[in-house]
Nanobody
């Protein structure tokens, strides 16, 4: 049973930073791609960032390019999302997702396990 546990969300002012973390309980964490998605109130869940199994390739949504950085530490079964220059429109629940391939897909179909989410609120 795969379990993904996110942490690091909270309330921050616009222009501030937060770092999200996700710990994967499964020992094969290093074999698959991982990603972050988010869902704002009343909106569909959307792709934020994804990283390959080795960490050498990453994809980002246009809305976060240059502000967010995805990374992973395979020795710690951990995934991270460094979020800088936060905007009110970044307010959402952020979900960690575990892929079923090594490729950092940008759609939900590339992922088969999801965390419970961590809330990020950015005030103006």
């Amino acid at each position: 049973q795969v379990q993904l546990a996110e942490s690091g969300g909270g309330l921050v002012q616009a222009g501030g930073s937060l770092r999200l973390s996700c710990v994967d309980s499964k020992s094969t964490f290093s074999d698959v791609a991982m990603a972050w998605f988010r869902q704002a109130p009343g909106q569909a869940r959307e792709f934020v960032a994804a990283i390959s199994w080795s960490g050498d390739k990453a994809n980002y949504a246009d809305s976060v390019k240059g502000r967010f950085t995805i990374s992973r530490d395979n020795a710690k079964n951990s995934l991270y999302l460094q979020m800088n220059m936060l905007k009110p429109e970044d307010t959402a629940i952020y979900y960690c997702a575990r892929g079923w391939t090594t490729i950092p897909h940008t759609t939900e179909g590339g992922y088969d396990h999801w965390g419970q989410g961590t809330q990020v609120n950015v005030s103006s």
